[in-house]
């Protein structure tokens, strides 16, 4: 790969310096051929409706030179326009024609902005042109059929527009130069117009992917033989796959065929003639055919294939037959996809050569015999899914091996025995799903205490047997519990309650009996419970009637006696929830109603635990009074910005050190600095007023935030501020330089953040929007936001609860580095955990009681459990930040899918994760931007492999953040540990692109440990 990316550069310098000459010859007098292009220059610029970052904005200004303007590079001995390089400005507009005029242009690219309209057919008379960039913009129409005129253009990306029609016949046949085509993520349609007679022998990368391109695919891509990249991948292509193109390309390394229509050779019977004309591909990276229907069997070539494959997939195919036992030879392979085909037969046993292997998917086939004892000795291993087929035996204690074992997935086979306890070594397990198989015995222990296991459990459909093992509890992370089906008996435990994150626990078909635990009606989070089928006893638990969060129920077939609560989920029920307890009554439709001395004998009953509760709510509303009046007076005797023990050492000449620190500024001072808080110089507005910049005598550049009186609730949001700011130092927290309290006025004075906020470069409808955050830059910012937290919360002199996170509270200074702002509703406690105590007792500490009167935070940032009274807690900022992490993947405000799809954003990636993880980003404006030193052609590459990796770890991060118990949250510290690993990782990354190795990577871009 480095040798063919020094032919490129080789290529692309000779070029221009043909371009140069050119220049030279057709141009005599250089300056008045550069005022020419200032003209056209500004002609483009008055087509733009829209520049945010004031890229144009000098354009045209007096006495500016035409080569110094943004974006412009000219050549030195013509001083003509030779580039024009705009990506990711923002701009908005429609692109000029007036371009074409730039006769001298090699290179023009303007992607990744929001131009509009079609593309000007006279770009085709630029004659010099070698580059032409206008990926992720909004283009519509046709491909200019004048594009076949650029007979010197080397690099093509139209990727991600709207373009429609045929792709011009004349640019794969005239431009002979191309070495890099991007069409991909447009409507195109028709034929790939690479007809036999065309030549382009320069080819290395043709991206074709998601479009509508029908017809096979064209044997003059054999003409090609440099190319080193091909991806058809989503289109509708026909015909059979090709035995004699990609034979003679000996550079291929990226083969995407998948998600088309194509057949196999002898009327989709036989692969071989296709894999054979792979063999001589020696650098073949990746090959995906998945999704064409694909018949015959897989051939023993495979086995042939380059030593260098490291993703195979053939999943969603029609393949039959056995799996090759040669398929160990493929030693660095890592992503092995064969599911959905008809293929029987035994797993070979052997392959443990196989060392690198990641992910094995096997699943919905008709595979037999044992699973191999070969997998134990795969040491990456993690994630195995052989589900859905006839494989028998019992499950191989050599899985025990897989430290990085992360997803089990065996179930609907016919496999016997005992579930091996080994597997409780498997302490990176997520899921484990070992239902409809024939296993006997217990539960082991261990397996039962496998608190790493987050999603679910399922031994549903079994042959187990006994009590269920009080190691459950531990499991104080999993999502989905099901043991329906099997023969366990014995009652269901309380230490089941300890399973807090618990929203589905299907207990139904066994033999147990008992009491059902209160414990497990008051589960914060479940919303199935089914014990049907059972021989469970007693009342029914009130609980039950209390839980907010249940909305399927079903106790039927068990001998439940006693009157049924009425209100609650209760109230929504039908009788077909308790069919068979004939021992029930209450006013259910269906069911026998209870006596009223039954009735009275209940409210009775109930009567001195309420008037208990009534007592114990007095003397706490008492001592809440109690404490706000102390609390008042302690304000009042406190100083605005003293000396503290914790940071200053408590000296006198510290204390004046501080006061250095803090000058004391006036009203008037700050009047003079903002032009009179006049309306151009506010950056920015809250629940308490609005922020100002400004400048002092000394030129230093300030911020201002004005407290707008509201009642008492100013005093408290100020006071509140600079309670915080006083006792808190840390680079991504923002500091305070003074502030300014008066009877009628308060403000609080910060520098000046150059870069605003972050909800700028979120959103394009921001005043003053900012161009969209690369990839690195945004991991970097929320890795900055996750340090300020962390100390925040355990490492500050007092600890903070922030509870209002969310992208306009994160600051960018000069160097983009984030600064969590904006403590007006936070709280600061003594300690972290339970037993934690807020130190600022002059209001209430339940959320819902905050200054605003309202829930503590902004609407779709805050904690599930602050809807329900819950303290301030650190768990609350993980969650709100966990939101922020997946709004920024996303490019959605919560708000927005709240209100717009019913769900919240957590709710709305897990649907769509990890099976479509561009659905996810879909909307979002980041880029994936590659190290500057990385060959143009290599940019798809590596911005695919971000968006799989990287962008993967976010989403994963920000579900972990957002889950819906706190307790199963990681803490502060885990986040900021984990995204320093994460910078590590894309530095590292990075540095192997600019090296020109990213087509030689073959592994997972991050190896976070995960929480």
């Not at 339940?846 to 200054?851: F, G, L, T, W």
Request: charged content about 15%.
């Amino acid at each position: 790969m480095a040798a063919a990316i020094i032919v490129f550069l080789a290529v692309h310098f000779f070029s221009l310096l043909a371009s140069a000459d050119a220049g030279r010859s057709n141009f005599s007098v250089g300056l008045g051929a550069g005022d020419d292009d200032s003209a056209s220059l500004l002609l483009f610029a008055s087509a733009v409706t829209s520049d945010p970052t004031g890229a144009l904005s000098g354009w045209g200004a007096p006495g500016s030179d035409v080569c110094d303007w943004t974006g412009v590079t000219c050549l030195p001995a013509t001083r003509r326009v030779a580039q024009l390089v705009l990506t990711g400005r923002g701009l908005r507009g429609t692109i000029s024609s007036a371009v074409s005029n730039l006769s001298s242009l090699v290179v023009l690219d303007l992607s990744e902005n929001f131009f509009s309209g079609v593309i000007p057919p006279a770009i085709g008379y630029l004659s010099s042109l070698q580059q032409l960039s206008l990926s992720k913009n909004l283009l519509a129409g046709s491909i200019p059929v004048e594009f076949g005129l650029l007979r010197r253009l080397i690099y093509l990306d139209l990727d991600g527009n709207q373009l429609t029609g045929a792709a011009p016949k004349t640019l794969f046949c005239n431009c002979t130069s191309l070495q890099y085509i991007d069409l991909s993520n447009n409507s195109l349609a028709g034929e790939i117009p690479l007809a036999d007679e065309c030549r382009l022998p320069d080819l290395k990368f043709i991206l074709l992917w998601s479009n509508n391109f029908v017809g096979p695919i064209p044997l003059a891509l054999s003409n090609s033989s440099k190319l080193e990249w091909i991806d058809f991948e989503s289109n509708r292509l026909s015909g059979v796959l090709p035995s004699a193109i990609f034979d003679k390309m000996p550079f291929l390394q990226y083969l995407y065929l998948s998600y088309n229509n194509l057949s196999s050779h002898d009327s989709n019977t036989n692969l071989a003639p296709f894999f054979a004309s792979l063999i001589n591909c020696s650098r073949l990276q990746e090959l995906e055919l998945a999704g064409n229907n694909l018949g015959g069997r897989i051939p023993l070539l495979l086995g042939d294939l380059s030593v260098n494959l490291v993703q195979l997939h053939l999943d969603d195919n029609a393949i039959s037959g056995p799996i090759p036992p040669n398929i160990s030879n493929l030693l660095n392979l890592t992503y092995l996809n064969l599911s959905h085909n008809y293929l029987n037969g035994s797993i070979p046993p052997d392959l443990s050569p196989l060392r690198k292997l990641e992910r094995v998917y096997l699943s919905n086939n008709l595979l037999s015999g044992e699973i191999p004892q070969s997998l134990g000795g795969i040491p990456h291993l993690g994630l195995v899914d052989m589900s859905w087929n006839k494989l028998d035996g019992s499950i191989p204690e050599s899985l025990s091996n897989l430290t990085q074992l992360r997803t089990l997935m065996l179930h609907k086979n016919q496999l016997s025995g005992e579930i091996p306890a080994s597997l409780g070594a498997c302490v990176n397990l997520e899921i484990l799903d070992l239902s409809f198989n024939r296993l006997t015995g217990r539960i082991p222990a261990a397996v039962a205490a496998l608190g790493s296991i987050k999603l679910y459990l399922n031994l549903s459909s079994n042959l187990l047997e006994g009590p269920l093992p009080p190691q459950l509890g531990e499991m104080n992370m999993i999502l989905a519990l099901d043991f329906s089906d099997n023969r366990f008996s014995g009652g269901i435990l309380p230490q089941l309650g300890g399973c807090l994150a618990l929203e589905y626990l299907n207990l139904s078909g066994n033999v147990m009996q008992g009491l059902l635990p209160s414990s497990v009606g008051a589960l914060p989070y479940l919303q199935t419970l089914d014990i049907s089928f059972n021989s469970f006893s007693g009342a029914v638990p009130e609980t039950l009637q209390a839980s907010t969060s249940l909305k399927q129920l079903n106790l039927s077939f068990n001998n439940f006696s006693g009157e049924l609560p009425s209100k609650g989920l209760f109230a929504s029920l039908t009788a077909d929830s308790f069919l068979g307890n004939p021992n029930l009554c209450g006013s259910i439709p269906g069911m026998s109603s209870c006596s009223t001395q039954r009735a009275h004998r209940r409210r009775k009953a109930l009567a001195l635990p309420l008037s208990i509760a009534g007592t114990i709510c007095t003397i706490f509303l008492m001592c809440s009074l109690i404490k706000r009046r102390r609390s008042k007076y302690s304000w009042r005797l406190s100083p605005l910005f003293p000396a503290t023990g914790e940071e200053e050492g408590g000296g006198g000449g510290q204390r004046a050190r501080r006061q250095r620190h803090h000058p004391r500024i006036t009203h008037r001072q700050l009047v003079k600095a903002t032009g009179g808080f006049s309306d151009a110089n506010l950056v920015g507005q809250g629940r308490f007023g609005q922020v100002y910049k400004g400048t002092f005598d000394n030129e230093t550049a300030i911020a201002v935030k004005v407290l707008v009186n509201s009642g008492g609730e100013i005093s408290k949001s100020f006071k509140r501020e600079c309670q915080v700011l006083r006792r808190t130092r840390h680079r991504n927290l923002i500091r305070v330089i003074t502030a300014c309290s008066e009877p009628e006025f308060k403000a609080l004075v910060l520098p000046l953040m150059p870069n605003g906020s972050l909800e700028r470069y979120l959103y394009q409808e921001q005043r003053s929007a900012a161009p969209p955050l690369d990839l690195r830059r945004m991991v970097s910012i929320l890795s900055d936001v996750a340090e300020g937290v962390a100390y925040l919360h355990h490492h500050a002199p007092v600890k903070v609860v922030h509870c209002d996170l969310k992208p306009s509270n994160v600051l960018l200074d000069e160097d983009m580095t984030a600064l969590v702002s904006d403590f007006g509703i936070s709280r600061l406690v003594r300690g972290i955990g339970p037993s934690s105590k807020e130190e600022d007792d002059d209001e209430s500490s339940a959320c819902n009681n905050s200054i605003t009167g309202l829930l503590q935070g902004s609407v779709g940032y805050i904690a599930p459990e602050y809807g329900l009274g819950g303290r301030p807690s650190p768990e609350g900022d993980v969650y709100s930040y966990g939101v922020v992490v997946l709004e920024m993947v996303a490019g959605k405000r919560p708000t927005d899918v709240m209100f717009h799809e019913g769900v919240t954003l957590h709710e709305w990636v897990r649907i769509h994760y990890p099976q479509d993880v561009d659905s996810v980003s879909a909307e979002a404006k980041w880029r994936a931007l590659p190290p500057p030193t990385l060959a143009p052609h290599q940019s798809s590459l590596y911005y695919k492999k971000m968006k799989r990796e990287v962008v993967a770890e976010l989403i994963e991060v920000g579900l972990l953040c957002t889950q819906v118990s706190p307790a199963t949250r990681p803490t502060m510290l885990d986040v900021a540990r984990r995204f320093s690993l994460l910078k590590q990782d894309l530095a590292r990354y990075d540095d192997d692109a600019a090296a020109g190795d990213v087509e030689e990577s073959s592994s997972s871009t991050t190896n976070s440990s995960s929480f």
